[in-house]
């Protein structure tokens, strides 16, 4: 079955949850907590704030404190910028968990958001600029999931800014407002200035160029290495098949002189190859019996 003959992939697919809440469907595990996740640690940033952003977010200079590349995706800068992320996990997300199941999708979201705040941090180094930016939020894994369902769902339709438009072409304006933010802020860090002028565009950037590896490159790259062994597979059966017969003719051939010039006529070498084949026929024999 191809990827498009799924039902998820059909343009009368649902958004899965089965049961309906209030007129909305109900999330799988994994989209449940991470909301309850995000707005738990957003209350608690209402009260901890600066001590939860002085050791949870990402910043360049302590790149090394790898499990910031976690806890930054659970943390925002205010109400809007958790609702837009929420809303964005919410509906698209459900999609995602569907097709793959909670652990897939839960490893998925949250690797493509490590990896938004690696290319954060990446890019900060390469312009020696925004080194104590603090970065925080679920952009990453949320634009990771945007890009997903472009590839694998394109029947979705969403609403930006009340215009009902394609996953795909949202998915087009998003990243292309990120290439043009991002290209803006290269040449004012060039010029001596912010890399992300308060938005990094780089990790949204970095979290999509997660989403389209991991959705689109890596199967590209199973089906082709599936390929070449299978085709290596079958060449070497071919080949051994093409020996056999060629071992059977020369057999043949021998056994052949022997009725009609006798034994005494066999060269050394012709009596080598029949004592081989009466020994290789032996031990299937062999085997056989043992079975």
Same mark, same amino acid.
């Given at each position: 079955?191809?990827?498009? !003959?799924?039902?998820?992939? $059909?343009q009368d697919y649902q958004p899965p949850g089965g049961r309906i809440t209030f007129g909305m469907p109900k999330p799988g595990? @994994?989209?449940?907590?991470?909301?309850?996740?995000?707005?738990?640690?957003?209350? =608690?940033?209402?009260? =901890?704030?600066?001590?939860?952003?002085?050791?949870?977010?990402?910043?360049?200079?302590?790149?090394? &404190?790898?499990?910031?590349? %976690?806890?930054? $995706?659970? /943390?925002?800068?205010?109400?809007?910028?958790?609702l837009f992320n929420m809303l964005g996990l919410y509906f698209l997300g459900?999609?995602?968990?569907?097709?793959?199941?909670?652990?897939?999708?839960?490893?998925?979201? /949250?690797?493509?958001?490590?990896?938004?705040? +690696?290319?954060?941090?990446? %890019?900060?180094? *390469?312009?020696?600029?925004?080194?104590?930016?603090?970065?925080?939020?679920?952009?990453?894994?949320?634009?990771?999931?945007?890009?997903?369902?472009?590839? +694998?769902?394109?029947?979705?339709?969403?609403?930006?800014?009340?215009?009902?438009?394609?996953?795909?072409?949202?998915?087009?304006?998003? %990243?292309?407002?990120?290439?043009?933010?991002?290209?803006?802020?290269?040449?004012?860090?060039?010029?001596?200035?912010?890399?992300?002028?308060?938005?990094?565009?780089?990790?949204?950037?970095?979290?999509? @160029?997660?989403?389209?590896?991991?959705?689109?490159?890596?199967?590209?790259?199973?089906?082709?290495?599936? $390929?070449?062994?299978?085709?290596?597979?079958?060449?070497?059966?071919?080949? #051994?098949?093409? #020996?056999? @017969? !060629?071992?059977?003719?020369?057999?043949?051939?021998? =056994? *052949? #002189?022997?009725?009609?010039?006798?034994?005494?006529?066999?060269?050394?070498?012709?009596? #080598?190859?029949?004592?081989?084949?009466? &020994?290789?026929?032996?031990?299937? &024999? *062999?085997? +056989?019996?043992? %079975?």
């Open positions: 079955m191809g990827i498009h !003959d799924r039902p998820y992939m $059909q595990k @994994a989209v449940k907590w991470l909301l309850i996740a995000n707005i738990v640690m957003f209350v =608690l940033q209402i009260f =901890l704030g600066r001590q939860m952003e002085q050791w949870l977010t990402v910043t360049a200079v302590v790149w090394w &404190e790898v499990w910031r590349y %976690l806890t930054f $995706q659970f /943390l925002h800068a205010d109400p809007f910028h958790l459900m999609y995602l968990e569907r097709a793959w199941g909670t652990r897939r999708f839960l490893t998925f979201y /949250l690797v493509c958001g490590a990896v938004a705040g +690696l290319t954060h941090v990446a %890019l900060s180094w *390469s312009f020696r600029t925004d080194l104590f930016v603090s970065l925080l939020g679920a952009s990453g894994g949320v634009y990771a999931v945007v890009l997903a369902c472009a590839i +694998l769902f394109p029947h979705i339709r969403v609403i930006v800014i009340l215009f009902p438009m394609s996953i795909r072409m949202a998915a087009a304006l998003f %990243l292309g407002i990120a290439i043009i933010n991002v290209l803006i802020g290269i040449r004012s860090a060039l010029a001596g200035g912010p890399l992300s002028g308060g938005i990094s565009h780089v990790a949204h950037l970095g979290g999509a @160029a997660a989403a389209a590896v991991w959705v689109y490159v890596i199967p590209k790259l199973r089906g082709a290495s599936g $390929q070449v062994r299978g085709r290596i597979n079958r060449g070497a059966w071919q080949r #051994k098949m093409r #020996k056999r @017969a !060629d071992e059977e003719a020369q057999i043949d051939r021998i =056994l *052949s #002189k022997i009725r009609n010039e006798g034994l005494d006529s066999l060269t050394n070498r012709e009596k #080598k190859i029949l004592r081989e084949a009466t &020994e290789r026929q032996r031990r299937q &024999e *062999s085997e +056989l019996y043992r %079975l």
